[in-house]
């Protein structure tokens, strides 16, 4: 990028690439979703007269040797981190090797990031489990070794792009990078491609492994296994592999955040009069002190008795939610009970209603 480049350049040159690399225009590309965030991050700095300033700075500093490297994270708040790589490749006609782009490592690229689901008992989420998953994923090729060529060649440096996989067009004060129609943006062209993976570099693959899910785990939770996704392509890394739990419903408890809720019966003589009862727990059961003129709903919290927490610090709570039980039968001796206790009362919860 020129660093007289005027804020008309800047917007033309933002407003190509945004329609380059839109998740609209490249549904399902997470790469091009990565470039189109680096892309609007660039330009929220550079449509910036203070950041915009500090950046111009920042790239004389480092044609005097002193790198991009120095100003670290947030660069006193413009947030810069790895611009330098961002703006070089994006608005600079530059590459790079990282985060699944071509560079001058000969058209290397990262794999593509895999999501499966697992479903889990409750049990098995609170407790922890080893789940078997099962995966079609690319491999690299064992014919070629991942490189796409016959075995005893080599592809070689593209010679239009030089290895980076794009040239350049010039746009204003910038040069927008387009992909090289030598190479069709690989960076290197393979003469000889090999006969079983016709040049690709890999062939799909089932594959079954076990997955460790950690106690806690709820529904919905993301477990990231680095490098567990799909191959790379000609010595790029791999891919991530994301397993989302699936967790069924207990028969027991209802879960609230860390917390579990069990719903409690007890005896209209419990209620009123107070008792110590016991309620279940994920390992047994625990005694309680149902204290005297509870109503029906109050909740009585047991602290340690609930989830594992996901970050390994302990566990919830357990939430005891009383529910007086009605007798849907009395006996005479019930009955005659309840008539003398009903005349000694002599209250009449209803009476508010009508004040």
């Given at each position: 990028?020129?660093?007289?480049?005027?804020?008309?350049?800047?917007?033309?040159?933002?407003?190509?690439?945004?329609?380059?690399?839109?998740?609209?225009?490249?549904?399902?590309?997470?790469?091009?979703?990565?470039?189109?965030?680096?892309?609007?991050?660039?330009?929220?700095?550079?449509?910036?007269?203070?950041?915009?300033?500090?950046?111009?700075?920042?790239?004389?500093?480092?044609?005097?040797?002193?790198?991009?490297?120095?100003?670290?994270?947030?660069?006193?708040?413009?947030?810069?981190?790895?611009?330098?790589?961002?703006?070089?490749?994006?608005?600079?006609?530059?590459?790079?090797?990282?985060?699944?782009?071509?560079?001058?490592?000969?058209?290397?690229?990262?794999?593509?990031?895999?999501?499966?689901?697992?479903?889990?008992?409750?049990?098995?989420?609170?407790?922890?489990?080893?789940?078997?998953?099962?995966?079609?994923?690319?491999?690299?090729?064992?014919?070629?070794?991942?490189?796409?060529?016959?075995?005893?060649?080599?592809?070689?440096?593209?010679?239009?792009?030089?290895?980076?996989?794009?040239?350049?067009?010039?746009?204003?004060?910038?040069?927008?990078?387009?992909?090289?129609?030598?190479?069709?943006?690989?960076?290197?062209?393979?003469?000889?491609?090999?006969?079983?993976?016709?040049?690709?570099?890999?062939?799909s693959a089932e594959r079954r492994i076990r997955v460790r899910i950690p106690q806690g785990a709820k529904d919905g939770t993301r477990i990231k296994l680095k490098g567990k996704g799909g191959a790379g392509m000609r010595g790029g890394p791999a891919g991530d592999l994301h397993v989302v739990t699936r967790v069924?419903?207990?028969?027991?408890?209802?879960?609230?955040?860390?917390?579990?809720?069990?719903?409690?019966?007890?005896?209209?003589?419990?209620?009123?009069?107070?008792?110590?009862?016991?309620?279940?727990?994920?390992?047994?059961?625990?005694?309680?002190?149902?204290?005297?003129?509870?109503?029906?709903?109050?909740?009585l919290r047991v602290p340690g008795k609930g989830a594992p927490k996901l970050n390994g610090s302990g566990q919830g709570s357990l939430l005891a939610k009383l529910r007086v039980s009605v007798p849907t039968s009395l006996s005479?001796?019930?009955?005659?009970?309840?008539?003398?206790?009903?005349?000694?009362?002599?209250?009449?919860?209803?009476?508010?209603?009508?004040?």
């Amino acid at each position: 990028m020129a660093e007289d480049a005027d804020s008309d350049a800047i917007k033309k040159a933002y407003r190509a690439l945004a329609r380059k690399y839109h998740p609209d225009a490249n549904p399902g590309d997470a790469e091009a979703e990565e470039r189109f965030k680096e892309i609007s991050h660039a330009n929220d700095v550079l449509s910036d007269p203070e950041k915009r300033e500090e950046y111009d700075a920042q790239r004389r500093f480092a044609r005097m040797g002193g790198g991009y490297g120095g100003m670290g994270g947030d660069a006193g708040g413009a947030g810069f981190g790895d611009l330098g790589d961002i703006f070089g490749s994006m608005f600079g006609g530059g590459g790079r090797g990282g985060r699944g782009g071509r560079g001058p490592s000969g058209g290397a690229r990262r794999g593509k990031d895999l999501e499966v689901e697992v479903t889990l008992s409750f049990d098995q989420a609170m407790s922890g489990a080893e789940v078997p998953v099962t995966l079609e994923k690319t491999e690299p090729c064992a014919t070629c070794a991942g490189s796409g060529a016959t075995p005893g060649s080599s592809p070689r440096l593209c010679g239009t792009c030089e290895g980076r996989g794009s040239i350049g067009r010039d746009i204003g004060g910038f040069s927008i990078p387009e992909a090289c129609p030598e190479c069709g943006g690989a960076g290197t062209i393979i003469d000889d491609p090999c006969t079983d993976c016709r040049g690709t570099g890999q062939r799909s693959a089932e594959r079954r492994i076990r997955v460790r899910i950690p106690q806690g785990a709820k529904d919905g939770t993301r477990i990231k296994l680095k490098g567990k996704g799909g191959a790379g392509m000609r010595g790029g890394p791999a891919g991530d592999l994301h397993v989302v739990t699936r967790v069924m419903p207990s028969p027991v408890f209802t879960r609230k955040g860390d917390d579990l809720v069990v719903e409690v019966p007890v005896t209209f003589a419990e209620a009123a009069l107070g008792a110590k009862i016991e309620v279940p727990t994920l390992d047994g059961r625990v005694k309680i002190t149902v204290p005297a003129g509870s109503q029906d709903g109050r909740t009585l919290r047991v602290p340690g008795k609930g989830a594992p927490k996901l970050n390994g610090s302990g566990q919830g709570s357990l939430l005891a939610k009383l529910r007086v039980s009605v007798p849907t039968s009395l006996s005479d001796e019930q009955k005659e009970a309840l008539e003398a206790f009903a005349a000694l009362d002599g209250a009449d919860p209803r009476e508010k209603l009508f004040r």
